[in-house]
């Protein structure tokens, strides 16, 4: 399907968006994460329970998604590894933002705060519902509502629907001005590291990577390349994304290319996994130094995943795997890295002596 299909189906997710209840998207996330759709998942699995299935049982009061595996994800499993004070303080601030979007839920900002601290709390599926919303009900930012669900459908498992928003969003985004999009969880110096552009197209890029079509990957990463040459972290971040897509597609010498801007001096605030990962291919570290693990488990599964993709590029598909079995049996289910682990593993790695999905 080229870039025009992919927007007439974007287009036709919004009016449909518009037509139907705000919980509408919730009951299809459950249809379609049961079915596997674009997950790119190995045919051959047993059919997988959705969200209602296991709710349905008494037993899945806290399930977000089920994974393409079909484990349940849960939202506990994103709020458990916080210390008590940092839970309360997101508590206050998702209070703040729901009390800000109560009194005035057409304004764009409010929206988006209040989907964002929803998330930052493991309620995904409540954020989809409140997006949806608002692109109901407003016409202002369409493309910043639909960036920030695109996000989410990727959280819950749904990347078609995550292409049909991100593909939209990128649509009515490019002519604009692009400007930089304030952090949710400011990392350590405080300074915003993205932009509104740039995020649609990441996302829109890993949606497609996730799919298994680096083909369509690859074009919106380098474009998103354009756009995030004004800081390191960003660049660090779409270069490793971007080089992995390329060496899938058996590029591997402009994969080597892209790598040349990065060295040890590459002055990054919250993306060390991916610099690090840069170097290794550069061959400046180990991947033993890579795979080191530290406290924060999204930047351990982008680490034991940049890894992986290495061995599996490399020729060492069993050892790939056997890193990605261990990223998915961790808790950090949100973190891109464990959602490429978990793609890869329910397709099947290619020369692997195991079956897809076990």
Known sequence: MNRTAHLTLAALVLVLGACTSPDAPIAAADAGTAAGAGAGTNPHAPPMMSVSDVQAQGTGGDVEAISLLGRPLLASEITAPLDAETLAER??????AEAAYDDDPRDVDHIIWYGRRLAYLGSYRDAIAVYTRGVMTTQQDRHRLLRHRGHRWISLRQFDRAVADLNIA?????PLEDRVEADGLPNASGTPTSTTKGNILYHLGLAYFLQGDFERALDAYLECLELSRWNDDMLVATTHWTCMTLRRLGRFEEAAALLEPIGPDTEVIENGAYRDLALMRKGLLDPEDVLAEGDDGIQN???????AHWDLTEGRPDQARAIMARIVEGPAWPAFGFLAAEAELARGIPGSSEPPGD
Request: net charge positive; hydrophobic share 65%.
């Open 301 to 307: 599964a982008t680490a034991a995943f940049g890894v």
């Open 170 to 174: 990128w649509a009515m985004a490019r």
């Open 91 to 96: 508590r206050r601030l998702l209070a703040e």
